[in-house]
Structures are given as structure tokens and as C-alpha cells.
């Protein structure tokens, strides 16, 4: 049995559990008989950032030069990808212990180093500097590059601080539920990845029911009861809270698990649900949820905040479909077979991220067969990502249209 195991408690302060938390943040196999402690790998020492490993393992064999070898794949919130012998849980590619930014609060002790898979690079940046701050106007764009040269942004791992430390990937991921999805036969991993940024400031005991008093919109607090510091954490937004980091805010990736390249990249989700009058920008949006690989070559994802299940083509990465979703489908869709017809369905349950909408509908698409007729026009229209918007903005035009030429008769009728 192969589990991933979260992070101890508190997220963010770890002045009272000293070392490196043994098993925490790891990938632990057990023997199914027994129990059995078999090995455990440690993806992340002493946690001090809400870096649990968040998804199952997948399962899979790779056929290397010395030959066909079983393996354990862990994605990881930090957007790093662990490739580990199933026997041993030995790295399978070359792992590396490297220097991380200290300087923690009075108290905390860090790790001076921290695990890193050299074979396939890190699927999400980490570091954001002034310089690189987006907003939709110079306005914004200002708020937020200020914002940043305010709080401690050394890239992945700068540790939780007073001042306010930037946390990039936030704790959302990089990659989280669903994990990753692997074709065995093309030795392809295919994974969505959010691009988004937590603020995580360390407030002394003393000043935090004061400094609770004074909440701003979208702050989110935490005693941490029992240490010397309570938290604020907040998603990294500009004044019209869009994020201070540069789209694409989520991506589908394939990755060649033989060489440890990006094949593609594809931007993931609209902001059509998120965005005043639903404006489908696509932008990508942070995603809960795996993607599931095919033998056809399709793979297939829900996961997003906009409300659809995707297809996308394995080997170009293009969007070749998009099925309308009564909420968000924060899954992994699954797919069958059934009297010779394939199905893909996917619980469309929602989620609280971003007021999105929440449902309890399981949702299946049938694949095309012989005889079928073809898509209906409203899945072709409205049902696909922007329909709504664009139904709205034709009848808005059509309606202008008309009251002008009603304008122009009722001017040419007082003139006579």
C-alpha cells in the first residue's frame, strides 16, 4: 500500500517539532499484509510552508536502458515530480539536497536543504520579483509590483515570516487532488498544475485578536494555537483581485517520462465564471483534480473553477472539446465501456474556491457512435466555454441595432 502523508500541524510554525518530522511530507509504503513499514521517501523536512503531499501515487513501470522497471510517480504541490523505485523507494532519477532560504521567526528551526528531482524540472515558477508583477491596468500592475518588493519573495521555501513571505506555488499547488496521469505505452505523465501565490504573514500572540479585529476581505486566520505565532494567509491578488503573478494561472503538461522534457503545454480554463458578466478569458484557473490519459489519445479533465469537462488531444495538447458542467468538476473524470460505447463521466460536485457553484450531479458524455446523430446546436453554442457571453453580447447588439432603425423611423416620422 502506498500512501502520501500530510504535514504536521501547525502549517506554519514548526519551533515546536523540531528535526525533519520523519514520514511527514512523504511517500510511506506499507505492507498490505501486515502494516509493515516498507520504506518511506520524504518529499518536504520540517514543513513549515502547507507543502503536504496531496494526491494518491500512481503506479506505473517505465522502460529504462537497464531495462523494465516498476515505479512510484509523486506530484507534489511545489510542482516537482518524484520518481521512486516501488521496491525501495529509491529515486529512480537523481535527487538533490539544495541550500533553501533561512531566517525563519524566533524560534523556528529550518531545514537547510530540501529534495529536488533533477530529471524532470519544476512544472510551476517559484520566484517573483518586482519586475515581474501583471495587473490589468498600470494601476494595478503598480499595487502589485509595491506589494511585492514589501514582502519576503526568495523563491520556494523562503520561510513563513512577520513582514509577510510570499509563497509561490500557494498552497493550492503546483499539483494537488487527482495527480497525475500516465500512458504506459507512449511513457508520457500528463498533469495540471495552478500558478497562483499565497501572502503568509506571522503574527506574534500578543497582537493577533487585535490584529484579527481588523480583518481585510479575503484574509484567512489561524491561531496555530499552543506556539508563539498566529497566521494570516490571502490569496496574492491586485486591487481588482486579479492575481499579481502572469497568466496562464493553470496548465495541462505532458512530460516524457524517458527524458524528462515538456512536450506541451496547454492554458487550462476561462475565467468565464469568475469574471464580470462571464467574460471567457482564457487565462487558466487554479484546478482540483486529475486528468485521465486514454489509448485513444484523448485525455480528459474537469478540475477547473469554469464549469466544463475537457478533451484534449495526448500528442499536440490541442482542445478538441468542452462538455457544459452544472458546477466545477473537482475530480478525476473516469472512463468505461458499456454494450460497446465508451463514456466518460465526472462528479461535478463544485467547490468553495472563488464563491464557484456547488452541486451534487454526477455528469456522463457518451462518445460518438455509428448512426449518432451529431452535437446539438446548444452544446455546439451555449454549452461550449464563452457561449453564454457571446449569446449575451449578440442579443445586446441586436438590440441596440433595432432601437436605432426605430430611432431613425420615429425621426423620419416627426419630419414629415
Known amino acids: 500500500v502506498f500512501l502520501p502523508t500530510s504535514s504536521p500541524s501547525p502549517d506554519f510554525f514548526g519551533g515546536l517539532r523540531a528535526g525533519d518530522n520523519r514520514h511527514a511530507n512523504s511517500v510511506v509504503a506499507l505492507r498490505a499484509e501486515t502494516g509493515e513499514l516498507v520504506w518511506a521517501f520524504q518529499i518536504v523536512h520540517h514543513d513549515v510552508w502547507d507543502y503536504d503531499t496531496p494526491a494518491q501515487p500512481t503506479l506505473t513501470s517505465l522502460e529504462l536502458p537497464e531495462g523494465r522497471r516498476d515505479v512510484v510517480i509523486q506530484g507534489t504541490k511545489q510542482g516537482l515530480v518524484f520518481v521512486l523505485d516501488r521496491d525501495t523507494g529509491k529515486p529512480v532519477f537523481p535527487v538533490e ?12 528551526v529550518l531545514s537547510p536543504t530540501q529534495p529536488f528531482p533533477t530529471h524532470i524540472p519544476p512544472l510551476v515558477p517559484s ?26 519573495s526568495e523563491g520556494l521555501y523562503t520561510p513563513p515570516s512577520e513582514k509577510g513571505t510570499l509563497m509561490y506555488p500557494f498552497t493550492g499547488g503546483g499539483i494537488n487532488w487527482g495527480g497525475v496521469s500516465v500512458d504506459p505505452d507512449r511513457q508520457v505523465l500528463y498533469v495540471n498544475t495552478s500558478r497562483m501565490i499565497h501572502k503568509i504573514t506571522l503574527v506574534p500572540r500578543d497582537q493577533y485578536e487585535s490584529r484579527k479585529a481588523k480583518r481585510r476581505p479575503l484574509e484567512e486566520f489561524a491561531p496555530q494555537a499552543g506556539t508563539p505565532y498566529g497566521m494570516i494567509r490571502e490569496t496574492f491578488l491586485s486591487p481588482l483581485f486579479l492575481p499579481c503573478n502572469p497568466p496562464p494561472w493553470g496548465v495541462l503538461t505532458a512530460v516524457d517520462l524517458k527524458t524528462g522534457k515538456r512536450l506541451w503545454e496547454s492554458v487550462l480554463g476561462t475565467t468565464e465564471s469568475l469574471a464580470p458578466l462571464a467574460i471567457p478569458l482564457k487565462l487558466g484557473t487554479p484546478s482540483l483534480g486529475g486528468p485521465v490519459a486514454t489509448r485513444g489519445g484523448v485525455i480528459f479533465i474537469g478540475a477547473t473553477m469554469d464549469h466544463y469537462l475537457r478533451a484534449f488531444d495526448a500528442k499536440s495538447g490541442a482542445e478538441l472539446w468542452a462538455g457544459a458542467l452544472p458546477a466545477p468538476g473537482i475530480a478525476t473524470p473516469s472512463v468505461y465501456s458499456w454494450k460497446g460505447r465508451q463514456y466518460v463521466v465526472i462528479a461535478a460536485g463544485g467547490t468553495g474556491m472563488a464563491d464557484t457553484a456547488i452541486s451534487d450531479a454526477f455528469v456522463a458524455f457518451a462518445l460518438p457512435g455509428p448512426g449518432d446523430e451529431g452535437p446539438s446546436l446548444w452544446s455546439r453554442t451555449l454549452g461550449q466555454p464563452g457561449g453564454h457571453f457571446y449569446a449575451g453580447l449578440a442579443g445586446t ?11 431613425r423611423r420615429w425621426r423620419a416620422g416627426r419630419r414629415a
Do not use: H, S
Request: aromatic share 10%; net charge negative.
Open 127 to 152: 520566484t517573483i520579483k518586482p519586475d515581474d508583477a501583471w495587473g490589468l491596468t498600470p494601476f494595478d500592475q503598480g499595487a502589485c509590483r509595491d506589494a511585492i518588493a514589501n514582502a519576503r
Open 397 to 407: 447588439l441586436l438590440i441596440m441595432i433595432g432601437a436605432y432603425f426605430a430611432w
Open 97 to 108: 539536497e539544495r541550500p533553501v532560504p533561512q531566517g525563519g521567526v524566533a524560534g523556528e
